[in-house]
């Protein structure tokens, strides 16, 4: 049950009067009169990278222009994971939502130059974000290269996260709104608070799972929830539709993590780019894991010490494959994804909503 | 509960800690060198000025769940060599105003710069009071720029793990230290970004981001190759020493100034003029520290290289003039037999108090500027170092 709002509700103001923060115009696109957008999920059109493909092109090289590094090196260090290599799920998402949002109050095609903003600095926040973890998860590799504490040690890689962060919260504030400087800031308060829920451990089995699912809400949805909100209060959109836009965030965020998490033990390293079963190695007790101890309460025990006895990772892989932990693990995700289809129900109907639920699809069909 | 647990906690951690080996060096304005009466009796006085002790700053922080793990984790750390200890002692040794000062010098210049002007349209006091002459917001900022200095200073304890030496520790030791350094001042950082949030004002947000971004970039500009040894560059100037120093800690206090300038709506005129005294008394600060060495035998002489003497004698005298290889001894020994280098440096510090002092004059008299220019006059007065 759905409900649908009526094309006739009256327009906003037109795009000349419209109030657009300090950079630039909003682009001029085509508007859509009363026309049914395709509903056919299938089709080109509704593909969710090529609908915000002309954004996405040369994105990267705008945020490496936003790292105004006065230092070779810095530059160099902030401009490491900026490569072209990452898959910029976040930002085609983010200007996906906005675009949506922006169809849902004006019925016109249009994204705001705050919007694409604000997709930018959820990369670099994201980045900044993997720079501190590959030093806090002492990793060796991500993406297919040496990890950026590999190659300018420990120190920099730090400092080099704070550049970043600091960069990206520099563009937020010339976007001259308070109200999406508070939402993006709950973002990065919600990565350190997982990153601390992830240091420690809830000893009640029944405590465990909604630890887990808030750990990751915090560490992954928050960002995609938060940013989606924040494009929805920049398109003008009221309450109703910004609170649409976190929890189509959040589910999708969820829901990729569940996933995230499932493929640490179905996938091998080389798919990946990244070494399988890190999870466990890490001492993390994931969704199939969790799961797989309520047929297995041996791997109670293991959770408890973080699998840091000899052993305890291939044993509890291998209960985890013998239990229905991986399956029950995809249909929480595959929950998740729905919930945030129906969310998305609730805007007007347009390319850009039918993209989002390919998007809540895409989650669930990764492989990588 | 919570906050009592907190308490033991830290003052468990405080018996067991031991000072451990700071593996790089020098700590750019740490400010907690032996001090002159002067300064202290300046500082204390600023402190009744204000309202409340300043190291008060550090207690609300420590009231948080997420440090009272930090502690916990911290005390695993204690017999190792980790940077953290260190930095947590100071941070958490209140009573010595060490870590303090900045934070007190912008809540007197609020309070110096006095009430909210007139001109008023882009900010919203309604709900505000000033407490001792001081809004909420500009308190909240003092804090905000010593939780972000405190940040700093942990993360510049993370330790580069492929360059331990055995005296180090062990490598288990070190990694685990880092995680928390890291864990703890990403906490600090956020809590400074949401606390600027809550300003309302992107103005600030802007200024205090850019300080955050030259502090960060401070540590890929100092004279240092990668294992943290000095090195002083062909051609090294003075001006290097300034733009290090203006990254390191005036790019914060300066910023910091005009920012809680900002918030209480004052004009142009009034920021840069609060932005101005912030830059030069860090200037002076760090001058003042760097000169220490050099009358006082006693003090650690880490980080020489790039002080200000020894960069002004690398200037006029060219850079192979410095045995970088030889002991910290000599090197001092060399500057202080040419007693110009040390003059030279003494007379810029007080024209840095000068150009800060002036910097003062279009504020109203009033005892929050009169304990500003005292702590000025402290700072460029080069008395005999009681021992």
Redesign the interface.
């Given at each position: 049950m759905y409900l649908k709002h009526s094309c006739h509700k009256t327009k906003k103001e037109s795009l000349c009067t419209a109030k657009v923060r300090s950079h630039g115009l909003p682009y001029l696109g085509q508007r859509f009169k009363g026309r049914q957008a395709e509903k056919d999920l299938n089709s080109p059109s509704t593909h969710p990278y090529t609908l915000v493909e002309n954004h996405l092109n040369g994105i990267t090289c705008r945020i490496k222009q936003d790292l105004?590094?006065?230092?070779h090196?810095?530059l160099h260090?902030s401009e490491y994971y900026f490569d072209g290599q990452g898959k910029l799920f976040r930002p085609m998402l983010i200007m996906l939502m906005a675009k949506a949002a922006n169809f849902h109050e004006t019925q016109m095609d249009r994204l705001l130059a705050s919007q694409e903003k604000i997709a930018m600095i959820a990369e670099m926040i994201h980045t900044a974000s993997l720079m501190?973890d590959d030093?806090?998860d002492?990793a060796d590799s991500r993406r297919g290269k040496p990890s950026i504490n590999q190659v300018w040690?420990?120190?920099?890689a730090?400092?080099?996260g704070?550049?970043v962060?600091?960069?990206a919260?520099?563009e937020?504030?010339?976007?001259?709104?308070?109200d999406v400087?508070?939402v993006v800031?709950?973002i990065?308060?919600d990565?350190?608070?997982g990153?601390?829920m992830q240091?420690?451990s809830k000893e009640r089995e029944e405590e465990r799972f909604t630890h887990y699912l808030n750990k990751s809400f915090k560490k992954t949805a928050s960002l995609l929830a938060n940013s989606c909100k924040a494009v929805a209060i920049l398109g003008q959109c009221d309450e109703g539709v910004a609170e649409v836009a976190f929890e189509y965030g959040k589910n999708i965020g969820i829901s990729f993590q569940l996933i995230d998490d499932l493929l640490d033990f179905t996938s091998c390293d080389h798919v990946m780019g990244k070494p399988t079963a890190a999870d466990l190695k890490l001492g993390l007790a994931t969704a199939p894991v969790l799961f797989a101890a309520k047929k297995y309460p041996e791997l109670n025990a293991m959770i408890m010490r973080r699998f840091t006895e000899e052993g305890d990772v291939e044993t509890a892989r291998q209960l985890v494959a013998k239990s229905d932990g991986v399956a029950e693990t995809r249909e929480l995700a595959q929950n998740h994804s729905r919930e945030a289809v129906r969310q998305i129900h609730t805007l007007t109907n347009s390319k850009y909503t039918t993209a989002l639920e390919r998007v809540a699809d895409m989650v669930l069909s990764r492989n990588k | 509960m919570q906050v009592r647990k907190t308490f033991i906690g830290i003052s468990r951690l405080l018996s067991y800690i031991r000072v451990a080996h700071t593996q790089?060096a020098r700590c750019f304005v740490s400010w907690n060198q032996p001090k002159t009466s002067d300064w202290k009796k300046a500082v204390s006085e600023a402190e009744k000025i204000v309202g409340y002790p300043t190291s008060f700053m550090s207690l609300r922080c420590l009231l948080s769940d997420?440090l009272a793990?930090v502690a916990l984790?911290v005390r695993k750390l204690v017999g190792t060599k980790h940077p953290l200890l260190k930095t947590a002692r100071g941070f958490l040794d209140n009573g010595k105003h060490s870590l303090q000062t900045r934070g007190l010098m912008i809540l007197l210049i609020s309070k110096a710069a006095g009430a909210k002007s007139e001109n008023m349209e882009n900010v919203d006091h309604s709900a505000d009071e000033m407490v001792s002459g001081i809004y909420p917001s500009q308190r909240q900022l003092a804090e905000i720029t010593e939780m972000i200095n405190t940040a700093?200073l942990v993360?510049?304890g993370?330790?580069?793990?492929?360059?331990l030496k055995d005296t180090d520790g062990s490598l288990k030791d070190m990694?685990f230290g880092?995680?928390i350094a890291?864990?703890s001042?990403?906490?600090l950082?956020?809590?400074a970004?949401?606390g600027?949030?809550?300003l309302?004002?992107?103005?600030v947000?802007?200024l205090v981001?850019?300080a955050?971004?030259d502090m960060?970039?401070a540590?890929?500009?100092s004279l240092r190759d990668?294992n943290g040894q000095g090195v002083l560059p062909e051609g090294v100037t003075f001006s290097c020493w300034e733009r290090q120093t203006f990254l390191q800690s005036g790019s914060l206090l300066s910023r910091g100034c005009r920012s809680a300038m900002e918030l209480a709506g004052h004009n142009e005129q009034v920021q840069m003029a609060a932005e101005e005294f912030g830059k030069n008394i860090a200037y002076a600060r760090q001058m003042n520290e760097d000169l220490l060495p050099f009358a006082n035998l006693g003090v650690d002489p880490n980080g020489i290289l790039s002080s200000a003497p020894v960069i002004r004698y690398a200037e006029v005298h060219g850079p192979q003039s410095i045995d970088t290889f030889s002991g910290h001894e000599k090197i001092i020994a060399t500057i202080i037999r040419d007693n110009e280098t040390i003059e030279w440096c003494k007379e810029k510090c007080r024209d840095y108090g000068r150009k800060a002092i002036t910097a003062l004059d279009s504020f109203e008299p009033s005892e929050a500027k009169s304990a500003l220019v005292n702590i000025v006059q402290a700072t460029t007065a080069f008395k005999p170092v009681k021992s």
């Open positions: 105004k590094a006065i230092d090196e810095l260090v501190h030093v806090i002492a040690g420990q120190r920099k730090i400092i080099g704070d550049f962060m600091a960069m919260s520099i937020l504030a010339r976007i001259r709104n308070e400087v508070s800031a709950q990065t308060e990565l350190v608070r990153e601390f240091l420690g | 790089n997420e793990n984790q700093n993360h510049r993370v330790v580069n793990l492929d360059t990694e880092n995680k890291v864990l001042g990403d906490f950082l956020t809590s970004s949401t600027l949030a809550e309302r004002n992107t103005k947000v802007e981001s850019m955050i971004g960060m970039s540590e890929f500009t990668r």
